[in-house]
């Protein structure tokens, strides 16, 4: 019988005739690949899930124009198409455009928004609406607004619009030569009092009180406990009809696929693009708690890794120990019938590392289906198994298991065969 054939015959004698410690050994190892596989799996997958779940709560970027782009009317249709098509480009993103103009209801000043209301819905999932969202001849407006105005849904309301209210000439005049010094100088006035005390001939004008306008049908109230609650929403096309031309977005929030490094790297190359002619800027308020709440979970996982790389260090150590003193008497027969210590050595660590590399790829299977139940308890969606953090995981198990395994060994490497053969 040459070496190697008799190397591998002890190998498994040892291994067969102590099942009892073998399979502790395994069970270490198996447990500690089960809850690192398992933890590693979900770090990875989680925070990518987890954004995409945070991507119903709201957009993480917005873009506005540029300061260069300012006052050209906002953000036309072939603007928009470009940076979507940027953004998309390399990320999944949901966007919505958002056009605002200021209008009068009941002789208040309010703030319209034109919207598309399906993408709009889709972009912001986390709005409490209820009833309908806008349509032809209908708006939805925010709670606050409802309250104010003392209206419900099927209510009805008449809007106005003014573009002295918005800052500029009235779209009708703008297109007519014939405008007169005195209509000139009255616009001047509107636009240089307080919006709450317009003044003609030292007297309150009357005109604050106008309640002229177009009649909208309240379709359904929005409730989300923000700045949204103090805007009405009506469609695209009802702002162009109420407030005339085709100005463009004021703001076109997105909702991109990415997090962290990556949506900074974004922003900063939209910033950085001269043909964009836009602004980009992230939402603090959902991309801080997207990223805390990932590093939270990123330090937790190192921290129980950490835990559990020690226990199992511990109890495989602790078992191939066991061996080892069980063995104590072979070990110095073997030293005196001139067995050398690298020999004994390399079979107690070839030992360790098939521990190792059983106890891992079981490990790793049932860390698989560990973190498959977790996720789809949690997120209710699967994930895909891992395999180059499998192999990983293998690997890790049995340099762990080898690793454990040092300390004994040169114990055993150590044994005096005279003082055994003596005590026999």
């Known amino acids: 019988m ?131 969202w806008p349509a032809a001849g209908n708006v939805m407006v925010g709670r606050d607004v409802a309250d104010a105005l003392g209206v419900g849904i099927g209510s009805r309301i008449t809007i106005g619009y003014r573009a002295s209210d918005n800052g500029s000439t009235d779209t009708a005049s703008d297109a007519t030569s014939g405008d007169t010094e005195e209509d000139t100088q009255e616009s001047t006035e509107e636009t240089s009092g307080h919006s709450s005390a317009h003044m003609h001939d030292g007297r309150v004008s009357s005109d604050i009180m106008e309640t002229s306008g177009t009649e909208f049908r309240v379709s359904g109230i929005v409730d989300t406990g923000g700045s949204e609650d103090e805007i009405v929403y009506a469609t695209n096309a009802d702002l162009s009809k109420l407030a005339g031309g085709e100005r463009g977005a004021d703001v076109v929030e997105y909702s991109v696929n990415a997090f962290g490094s990556d949506l900074d790297a974004l922003v900063k190359s939209l910033n950085k693009n001269p043909n964009t002619g836009v602004k980009a800027q992230t939402v603090t308020k959902i991309t801080s708690s997207d990223t805390r709440i990932i590093t939270m979970l990123q330090t937790l996982f190192w921290i129980v890794s950490l835990v559990v ?56 299977a049932i860390g698989y289906a560990l973190a498959r139940v977790l996720c789809q308890a949690v997120f209710e969606r699967a994930i895909g198994f891992n395999w180059p953090l499998g192999l990983a995981s293998a690997t890790l198990s049995v340099l762990l298991a080898v690793a454990a395994s040092v300390p004994p060994v040169r114990r055993a490497t150590r044994i005096d065969p005279a003082v055994v053969l003596r005590e026999e």
Request: net charge positive.
């Open 309 to 364: 790389l020690v226990l199992t260090l511990v109890g495989v150590g602790t078992t191939i120990s066991s061996i080892v003193s069980q063995r104590r008497n072979e070990i110095g027969l073997r030293k005196a019938l001139g067995a050398p210590s690298r020999a004994i050595g390399a079979e107690f660590y070839v030992e360790s590392g098939v521990y190792g590399l059983v106890g891992g790829l079981a490990g790793t």
């Open 2 to 132: 040459n070496n190697r054939r008799m190397f591998i015959t002890m190998l498994f004698g040892a291994v067969f005739r102590r099942r009892s410690r073998a399979a502790m050994a395994v069970i270490a190892v198996l447990v500690g690949a089960t809850t690192l596989f398992a933890l590693a799996s979900i770090c990875i997958a989680v925070p990518q899930q987890m954004n995409e779940e945070m991507r119903a709560y709201g957009a993480n970027l917005i873009v506005t124009p540029s300061e260069t782009a300012e006052g050209n009317g906002g953000l036309d249709a072939d603007t928009v198409q470009n940076v979507t098509a940027l953004i998309s480009g390399e990320y999944g993103a949901k966007s919505a455009s958002y056009r605002y103009e200021s209008v009068r209801i009941n002789s208040a000043p309010y703030t319209l928004a034109g919207i598309d209301p399906t993408a709009v819905k889709q972009l912001n999932q986390h709005w409490n609406v209820t009833g309908d």
